[in-house]
T-cell receptor, first 108, second 114 residues
Framework: GQSLEQPSEVTAVEGAIVQINCTYQ??????LSWYQQHDGGAPTFLSY????GLEETGRFSSFLSRSDSYGYLLLQELQMKDSASYFC?????????FGTGTLLAVQP | DAGVTQSPTHLIKTRGQHVTLRCSPI?????VSWYQQVLGQGPQFIFQ???????GRGNFPDRFSARQFPNYSSELNVNALLLGDSALYLC?????????????FGPGTRLTVL
């Protein structure tokens, strides 16, 4: 089977940096994606790692290490609007398998 | 350009009833996928359609079915509703059906089964 584990909740203050980890057990996949979801709304794509290493997109960066079965999303210069749920996801075929999700609370 | 649209936004049904959810993909996108998201969990894959053909099916009972129309819009049907079917049903579209394609999600239909 395939499973992706994330911390259930993370709290940080405005302006800080936060890292959301994702550990996975899967037999193979094309890449690791990250999605943001505000309060049960539409998940929106944030970042994608096809290869090991760091991908940077503005305030968001994502990292993948296939040898360690591990990835993370790094959010810098946190803003109140970043309070949301964050999901890692793998695509072993043409579907997405989502992680358990992390609820990020940004405090003033 | 309009994003992925879904209807209805909310729906309340009773056990045993049938429901049809609708999705219109982003213009030019030919692939539509359906996901179920139970409160507090990540979305779970139900179906993927591309060019009106089923290209993938998740671990859901036969009560769940779907189809895609010539204009690439899609319907998800659920028969004999159970309380456990209460969830947010998300539709996602992508240009083709490749594994590396970003999927664009709609706002979802929140189904409550009483």
């Amino acid at each position: 089977g395939q499973s992706l584990e994330q911390p259930s909740e993370v709290t940080a203050v405005e302006g800080a940096i936060v890292q959301i980890n994702c550990t996975y057990q899967t037999s193979g996949f094309y890449g690791l994606s990250w999605y943001q979801q505000h309060d049960g709304g539409a998940p929106t794509f944030l970042s994608y790692n096809a290869l090991d290493g760091l991908e940077e997109t503005g305030r968001f960066s994502s990292f993948l290490s296939r040898s360690d079965s591990y990835g993370y999303l790094l959010l810098q210069e946190l803003q109140m609007k970043d309070s949301a749920s964050y999901f890692c996801a793998v695509s072993p075929t043409n579907k997405l398998i989502f992680g358990t999700g992390t609820l990020l609370a940004v405090q003033p | 350009d309009a994003g992925v649209t879904q209807s209805p936004t909310h729906l309340i049904k009773t056990r045993g009833q049938h429901v049809t959810l609708r999705c219109s993909p982003i213009s030019g996108h030919k692939s539509v996928s359906w996901y179920q998201q139970v409160l507090g969990q990540g979305p779970q894959f139900i179906f993927q359609y591309y060019e009106k053909e089923e290209r993938g099916r998740g671990n859901f009972p036969d009560r769940f079915s779907a189809r895609q129309f010539p204009n690439y819009s899609s319907e998800l049907n659920v028969n004999a509703l159970l309380l456990g079917d209460s969830a947010l049903y998300l539709c996602a579209s992508s240009p083709i059906v490749g594994a590396t394609d970003t999927q664009y999600f709609g706002p979802g239909t929140r189904l409550t089964v009483l």
